[in-house]
């Protein structure tokens, strides 16, 4: 069965790094665009980052821009997250998200919905400390 699992949350003091990974089985990782999506306490799940099935395009949240970057190594069926210069607001439960029903290259806003995506990892712990 299709199975997503999240790995490398931790704590780390502001300004650190972190860089998440999701290992996938259980699918055709190629065919599936792939997203980030995070829910700190008390708050809503939000949308984190997206990145094309080939890998060749990426959207991000304004929040994160310029700070996370996402990729992915469809070789080994796995999506990345690394984040850089972490904020205590970046503190959050982060989830792994696969969808199938986002098949082109082009990725626009849509990719921010979580109805969006088919598949869900059981999420990964990151705090921030300030």
């Known amino acids: 069965q299709v199975q997503l699992v999240e790995s490398g949350g931790g704590l780390v003091q502001a300004g650190g790094s972190l860089r998440l990974s999701c290992a996938a089985s259980?699918?055709?990782?190629?065919?599936?665009?792939m997203g980030w999506f995070r829910q700190a306490p008390g708050k809503e799940r939000e949308f984190v980052a997206a990145?094309?099935?080939?890998?060749?395009?990426?959207y991000y949240a304004d929040s994160v821009k310029g700070r996370f970057t996402i990729s992915r190594d469809n070789a080994k069926n796995t999506v990345y997250l690394q984040m850089n210069s972490l904020k205590p607001e970046d503190t959050a439960v982060y989830y792994c998200a696969a969808s199938a029903t986002m098949l082109r290259e082009r990725l626009d806003r849509r990719v921010e919905e979580a109805t969006r995506y088919d598949h869900w990892g059981q999420g990964t712990q990151v705090t921030v400390s300030s």
């Open positions: 990145i094309s099935r080939s890998g060749g395009s990426t």
């Open positions: 259980g699918l055709s990782f190629s065919i599936y665009t």
